[in-house]
Each structure stands twice: as structure tokens, then as C-alpha cells.
């Protein structure tokens, strides 16, 4: 599909694409680099990719695919970087969780002749590095594309096939509506997060360890999405400031009427209200977005063995 494919940044999301493009034979060579010594002789020892080099102005060099694997940060400084360096006709791209901002702090330093479509792969783990990559991790995920206004069709429609090759389901809308989206289904619960294991991590009368130690299914999960890496969204909060506040007051609103509903008792509005979420995880489950085992299909352990008598 590509002849050169460069990834910069090599975390779990350019470590997968890596792996996956590899095994789905899409590109001749694959070329990588990432921000430190350390991470760069990591993916040179791993051997999932054909080339590592040192600066991302010579891994973009005749590459027909550029993806920014980087917190969103630091995407525009990388696209005034690499900007002299782009073959005519390149495909622009990037992973990041915002797409407003993306756009506004890239597209200006892009040169005439690149194609520039910013992508968000809607898949991930809470481990990161260049260990942390697996080949099937895009695979029945969403890849939102978000193509400016004016972008070249043939370069949305490569795009779309690259991502749905390793196993992705592609879907493509504007900027503003994306973030608008994954305001409430990503970010929101990524801060809620962030603040109820902070707030147990506070408390005084509760010890750390028996927080650790007698957590429930419930904390647990949230401790899980709390462990994502925090440069990355340190940078989604900022750069999605606007739909992040505006839900985020109406998730205080809603907590309002649960805490009025607590406090006098009304169970009917409680139960009104549990119900109605549970039909949400019930459709997020018909749709594939995840399984409907037991425990979320995580492992136990066998039931020890009687003692004999």
C-alpha cells in the first residue's frame, strides 16, 4: 500500500500500527524514531521495524505515509519540523485523542502537495513505551478520520484503507464533532477518574493499603484508567478545554440530581436512573465494543483444594 511508512514516536499506538502494517505486509519499509536514545535503541533491539533513526526530519524523508505517534502537544512543533522534508504527495497523519487543535497547530506549517488527515485510532491499554504495542490492538476499533475541509478524496479513501487493513472500523467526521464526542466517551471519564483516585489516595482515614487491598471491581477500573500515561492527557485537557467544560457542567448537573435523589430518599429516581445506563452497557455490548462474559472476561483463579480429614 505504501512504499515507506514513517512513524514518529514509538509508544503503544506507533508500536502497534508498526507490528500490524508489518504483519499485514502494507508497507516495503517502515521506518522509525522516538524522542530518546533509550527508546530508540528499544525499538532497534525489538526489530519490528526496518530502519530507526535519529531525528524525525531524516524519518520523513521519502515517505509516502508520515504518522505522528505523539502526545498532541507537541504536534505542531514536529509538523514545522518535518515540513521542509515532506515528499510531494505525502500523506500527513497523527493518533492524537484531539483533532480541533491538531489541525489548527499543523495544517499551517504543512507545504502545498502534502495531504493532511488527521486520524484517531479509539483504541488503547493503560501501558505505554515501546514494549507496550501488540498487532491486533486496532482490531473491531473505531479510527476516526478528520479531514479538513478541502482534503484531497484519493488521500482520505488510502487512509481509510490503511487503518481498516489492520483491522479497524473507519468512520470520518469534522473536527469539532469529534471532539465534541470523545468529550463525553473518552475524556470526561478519564478526569472522573483521575479524581476519585486522587480522592481515595487522600483520605486520611482510610490507609493506602487498605484502599489497595480491599478495592472492589468498581475503584479497580477506575485505577486502571487513571494509570494512563499522564504527559499524553495532561495535553488531551488542554487542547480539548472547551468540550471538556461544557460536559463536564452537565455531569455536575446530572451528579446534582442524584445527590438531591440521595438525599430525600427517592429511590424511583434512582432506580429510573440505573436503569437507563445499564440499557447503555447493554448497547455498547450488542455493538462489539466489548464482551459480555462475566467480570469483563477476566481470569480467576481455581477454587482451592479441599483439605483432607
Known sequence: MFARVALIGFGLIGGSI????RAQGLAKEIVATARSEKS????????????????????????????????????G????????????????SDVGSVKGAVVREMEPHL????????????????????????????????????????????????????????????EVMT????????????HLPHLIAYTIVGTADELEQVTSSEVMQFSASGFRDFTRIAASDPTMWRDVFLANKDAVLEMLGTF???????TRAIRRGDGDALF????????????????????????????????????EK
Open 175 to 186: 473536527p469539532d464533532h469529534h471532539d465534541l464526542v470523545l468529550a463525553i466517551t473518552s
Open 77 to 92: 512543533r514536529v509538523a514545522e519540523e518535518i515540513a521542509p522534508h515532506l515528499k510531494p504527495g505525502a500523506i500527513i
Open 18 to 21: 508498526a507490528r500490524a502494517a
Open 252 to 258: 455536575n448537573e446530572d451528579l446534582s440530581k442524584l
Open 111 to 170: 507545504p502545498k502537495g502534502v495531504h493532511f488527515v488527521p486520524a484517531h485510532p479509539v483504541a488503547g491499554t493503560e501501558h505505554s513505551g515501546p514494549d507496550s504495542g501488540f498487532a491486533e490492538l486496532f482490531v473491531n476499533r473505531w479510527c476516526i478520520l478528520t479531514p479538513p475541509e478541502g482534503s484531497d478524496a484519493a488521500a482520505v479513501e488510502k487512509l481509510q484503507a490503511f487503518w481498516a487493513a489492520i483491522g479497524a472500523k473507519v
Open 272 to 307: 429510573e436512573h440505573f436503569t437507563r445506563t445499564r440499557a447503555i452497557r447493554r448497547g455498547i455490548i450488542q455493538l462489539g465494543q466489548d464482551s459480555a462474559a462475566p467480570d469483563f472476561g477476566r481470569v480467576h483463579a481455581s477454587l482451592p483444594k479441599p483439605q
Open 40 to 75: 530508540r535503541q528499544r525499538v532497534r533491539e525489538l526489530a519490528v521495524v526496518d530502519r530507526v533513526v535519529e531525528t524525525n526530519a531524516e524519518a520523513v524523508k521519502d515517505a509516502d505515509l508520515v504518522i505522528l505517534c505523539i502526545p498532541v502537544g507537541d504536534c
